[in-house]
């Protein structure tokens, strides 16, 4: 079973002038392509199909890894 690890990210909103957090989870490499910021840490560790929703590298919107299962917090 692979897994992947994830985060809580917020980006730039330039209709607000503001930041605004995802309802989505995603890996430090598609926030980084999207010039998010990461909040808050440590990462956590999902089973990879966790990240195969419509948008690849992204949980769906509202995801809960608390309710889906956390493998585990990543370091």
């Keep these: 079973m692979t897994t992947v690890n994830i985060h809580r990210f917020r980006l730039y909103d330039i209709n607000s002038d503001s930041y605004r957090l995802s309802r989505r989870w995603a890996t430090r490499d598609i926030i980084e392509r999207l010039g998010g910021e990461i909040v ?15 948008i690849e590298g992204m949980t769906v919107p509202d995801y809960d890894p608390y309710t889906a299962g956390i493998r585990q917090r990543a370091s």
């Design 40 to 54: 808050g840490s440590p990462a956590l560790e999902v089973e990879a199909s966790a990240v195969s929703s419509d």
